[in-house]
């Protein structure tokens, strides 16, 4: 039987600011605010948007994954850009700490809420496979989950993952080609800039040095090693 008296306040607040408790919590934000974006576009699509009712079932289940993805893609890219350029957390002579051991609050925060949106996603998948995409999404959910607790639990690397998030910033324009191709706007002029636009993203991201690429797909296996070998 549990004894409630040693349960104390004390007790609570322990759990409640320890990492464990922030990583578990952060993800599960993450879920319940892809959820709630969710149903929230649909609500909105339907009172705001006449075409949604003629779509199929299959195209307003895309059409609402891709609303919490642009969601997601605004607070990662945003968190992402603030964290590595305009806070102190990575600057040289702001910490004695390797700048890829740093962390804080907010990175954590944020790796926590990716893990949230990548599993719900991927579950969406997973429940209408292959509607929402092939195994091709699963691999790519897959190895970023992995890679993003790894960064996550050994606080190791975190600079590199948001970085590499930071590329969630061209998802918006890529869900809005795809809203604007269903509603039957491909031959207008916003269809047009949009396209200007994720070109001119895809060029700037393209510039990053190709070896955040090799990281994300090294980075989980060498972390793996330093646990094992502990």
Known sequence: MVD?????????????????????GSCAFGIITCKLVYEITGFISLSCFKGYQKLSNKEKVEWNNRGFSTFHAFISSLGSLYLVLFSDLFDEDSSDALIVNRTSIISN??????????????????????ALGGLEYILHHGLSMFSIFLSLISGQGQIYILMVLFSESTTPFVNLRWYLDVAGQK????????????????????????????????????????????
């Open 187 to 230: 031959s207008s002029t916003i269809y047009v800039y949009n396209g200007i636009a994720l070109f001119f993203g895809w060029l700037v991201l393209s510039s990053t040095p190709q070896i955040l690429v090799s990281f994300v797909l090294i980075f989980p296996l060498c972390i793996l090693g330093c646990i094992l070998a502990h």
């Open 109 to 130: 925060t944020i790796l926590g809420f990716s893990i949230g949106y990548f599993l719900s996603d991927l579950v969406m998948i997973l429940w209408h496979f292959p």
């Open 4 to 24: 409630l008296a040693s349960f104390s306040p004390v007790c609570f607040r322990k759990l409640s600011s320890s990492k464990e408790f922030h990583w578990l």
